[in-house]
């Protein structure tokens, strides 16, 4: 009976991150949680227009909880407002894309050295289980991105560190304002299929050292092939 709870909430934990929809959740928190999943995983592209009118519809809102959590996204540079009172996402200059890979790759080796001492044997199967949707999504570059960042997201909760991995989880956010989505390339699916068995093995292994190699791999091979986009 436990193994089979466990076996339900590993499989629970490693859907995609959907649009929250339980009936005493805030309509705004429901239009940030759609806009930064739809920004993370390039549904909205940097410099597109948001088009309040067919949001509202497709949320089954009116336009005032989607007007709050813009304004909440303006704040925090996700979004930019535009002259005439439109909203776009805001697209990251080159200098800006280096400064946040720099930021974000260095906090990452500091999380997955941790990860590698602190992550449960229940984690590591749920990244193996990840790997093995990762590679049934192929052909979907928007699905990818979002079973990537649960990936990811594993990885951050099991460092053992909250401020780092909720500060990890913010600048994963951060990514869809660069141009183009992450696996819109073939080759790029199948390098991070690699890059990914690589990391778990590296984990399992409880070796940081080799962790930090893996994982400094994975993010310098993601970087090229994303400012190739630019």
């Known amino acids: 009976m436990k193994d089979s709870l466990h076996s339900v909430t590993m499989k629970a934990s490693l859907k995609p991150r959907q649009l929250p929809t339980q009936d005493n959740m805030p309509l705004t928190d429901r239009a940030l949680a759609y806009f930064r999943d739809a920004i993370q995983t390039g549904k909205i592209n940097p410099g597109q227009e948001i088009d309040f009118t067919a949001l509202a519809k497709e949320l089954g809102m009116s336009r005032t909880p989607i007007r709050e959590s813009i304004r909440q996204l303006v704040t925090e540079g ?103 989505r992450p696996f819109d390339n073939p080759a790029r699916i199948d390098d991070a299929i690699q890059e990914h068995s690589e990391i778990i093995k590296a984990i399992e292994s409880r070796d940081p050292d080799l962790a930090e190699k893996a994982v400094a791999k994975h993010y310098s091979a993601a970087r090229k092939s994303r400012l190739s986009l630019a």
Do not use: W
């Open 78 to 180: 996700l979004l930019e407002q535009l002259p005439g009172g439109s909203v776009c996402v805001t697209q990251l200059t080159a200098e800006e894309s280096e400064d946040f890979y720099h930021v974000r790759d260095e906090l990452e080796i500091t999380a997955v050295r941790a990860t590698t001492l602190h992550i449960s044997d229940l984690e590591i199967e749920m990244l193996k289980t990840n790997l093995s949707l990762f590679k049934a999504a192929r052909n979907k570059p928007e699905l990818l991105a979002k079973i990537d960042n649960q990936f990811h997201v594993v990885l951050y909760d099991a460092c053992n560190n909250n401020y780092l991995s909720q500060t990890l989880k913010l600048l994963r956010t951060r990514i869809g304002q660069l141009k183009g």
